[in-house]
Structure formats: structure tokens, C-alpha cells
């Protein structure tokens, strides 16, 4: 079974940045794609970033030249930079790890908040 773990949210004023992590452990794994999804209050969840396992990325229009995403396959880990932040970049982040079998598992979320 994988468990992943994220960190780095927290407030920050418009322009600012923040860096989330999220770790995957657990045996036997294998991770194929990673990415960050978020919720706004009242919201549905979206897609906001995602990384395959070659390093391809795909990111959703609003946050285009803003956030980044990475990952470190040696440390099963996915990162997303955040830069630029914004208001409506608030809402609860969540990382998703889709496994080679295609069995996808979802961290626990994070919070940001972005004043203005």
C-alpha cells in the first residue's frame, strides 16, 4: 500500500511563492504519473499540474508560467513551485500517484491561502 505525505502549504500575500512536496512510501510500488489537483471553497477539484514518468508536463491555463512541477523518482517524490500566487490560486492542494497497475492513491491535501 503507498501513503503519501504532503507539505509546504501555508498563507502567503499575493506575488509571493511556495514550494509543496509530497512523498510517496510504502513497498512495491511503482509510480508512473504524479500530480497536484486543488479545491477551491465550493469548488469541484481540478487539475492544476501533472508530471508523467519521463518528465513530460502538462499544466492547467491559469497557472501556466507560474507554477512548476518536478519530480525526484529516486525519492518518490513530486514537488510543485509556486510563483506569482495569487488570490484565486486558494484552496486545499492534493497530490495524486497513479501506480504502473493504474491503482491511484491520493494525499491528504494541504492548505494555501493567498491574500491580496
Known amino acids: 500500500q503507498v501513503h503519501l505525505v504532503e507539505s509546504g502549504g501555508g498563507s502567503v500575500q499575493a506575488g509571493g511563492s511556495l514550494r509543496l512536496s509530497c512523498a510517496a512510501s510504502?513497498?512495491?510500488?511503482?509510480?508512473?504519473?504524479m500530480a497536484w489537483h486543488r479545491q477551491a471553497p465550493g469548488k469541484q477539484r481540478e487539475l492544476v499540474a501533472i508530471?508523467?514518468?519521463?518528465?513530460?508536463?502538462n499544466y492547467e491555463d491559469s497557472v501556466k508560467g507560474r507554477f512548476t512541477i518536478s519530480r525526484d523518482n529516486a525519492k518518490n517524490t513530486v514537488y510543485l513551485q509556486m510563483d506569482s500566487l495569487k488570490a484565486e490560486d486558494t484552496g486545499v492542494y492534493y497530490c495524486?500517484?497513479?501506480?504502473?497497475?493504474?491503482?491511484?492513491?491520493w494525499g491528504q491535501g494541504t492548505q494555501v491561502t493567498v491574500s491580496s
Open positions: 495524486l500517484a497513479v501506480m504502473v497497475t493504474g491503482m491511484r492513491t
Open positions: 510504502g513497498s512495491g510500488f511503482s509510480i508512473n504519473t
Open positions: 508530471i508523467a514518468s519521463g518528465g513530460s508536463t
